[in-house]
């Protein structure tokens, strides 16, 4: 017996030390990197500079300390899940409400052990959602960050989102700028809201291309929910992106999502049908190894996994299994499926 004991407890150090080993393999060979929104992660209290009372334990939503852990917890296993052996170097969120929400997430679970750092400021959207990034210091070192203010042509008052912009080095010493989107909503109609997500894809062109005048190989990621699909004018005539295709463009911005349009596949399930409307675009240099870090062009991906799907009873298949279904609360993760890419160093 006492041999048995000490083969298993030998059997349980060997499987220790070949997970270690995977997560370092893994760590020298890719940076993941990610993106989510994760469906109206709230606080329980009441903010009374903004219109969060719904998201309150008398709120019409009874949302309470327990929901939010709850929640919280399921974001942190969804992280886990898309990051399999080494969690995301980057994490890039929306609909989140504030900085107390992610520091829950990176300090209050098991992802505590990663150290992850947070960018995150209050945006002036008037129902005080943000945007916001997590990183893996010991994968990505932040330099800069900044926010930078959406305003509609039509409606320089209405309040929206900010694009969060980061720029870092990744330990492959390759410098990474990161722009983190939630684009304004199709909320009072599709056309009549369009003006708003062109004007901010006009911003982070603006932007880009301010950085390639100093930088023209500088490796840029655009992600985020686009509140539109690949093929849509915000998209296509406002930032200015498409498809992947040779031969590559040196100003050009490539969407290593829109294979999905394509396939009717996506990340968001409206009146039984999908959507890909959550997207990583990158610049050229991204998708050529002769400037160090890279990805490829099917790079862009959907994470599918069973846990965040449910049977649609309404609809033919499956649909995203959300916290929400109007105003009941249905227990799951989110509206939204996750998206990632992998960034590989060109040894």
Known sequence: MKHIKQTIKISFLAIALLVLLAQDALSQ??????????????????DSLK??????PDGTRFWTWRRMNDKVNNVYKVITAVGEWDPPAIVGFCEIENRFVIDRITNHTPLSKFNYQIVH???????????????????????????????????????????????GVLSSNDTLHVFVNHWPSK?????????????????????????????????????????????????????????????LKPDALYNLHQVYEAKSEGTLKYQGVWETIDMMIVSKSLLNKQHGIYTTFDGGKIYQGNFLLEEDDRFVGVRPFRTYIGFRFHGGYSDHLPIYMDLFPNH
């Open 187 to 247: 909320y009072g109609g599709a056309l009549a809201s369009e003006p708003g997500r062109i004007a901010a894809g006009k911003i982070v062109r603006q932007k880009v291309d301010s950085i390639r005048v100093f930088y023209p190989n500088a490796h840029i990621i655009i992600m985020g929910d686009f509140n539109d699909t690949p093929s849509s004018r915000p998209l296509t005539e406002g930032l200015v992106a498409e498809p992947p295709t040779e031969p």
């Open 51 to 56: 219109n969060d009372d719904e998201f309150t």
């Open 121 to 167: 400021k209050e945006s002036p959207d008037f129902r005080g959602i943000d945007v916001g990034l997590i990183y893996r210091p010991d994968r990505f070192t932040v330099y800069e960050e900044r926010f930078f203010r959406v305003t509609y042509p039509d409606n320089p008052d209405r309040a929206t989102r900010d694009i969060l912009y980061t720029r």
């Open 29 to 46: 060979d890719r940076f993941r990197i990610m993106f989510y929104n994760v469906e109206n992660l709230f606080d329980p209290f009441n």
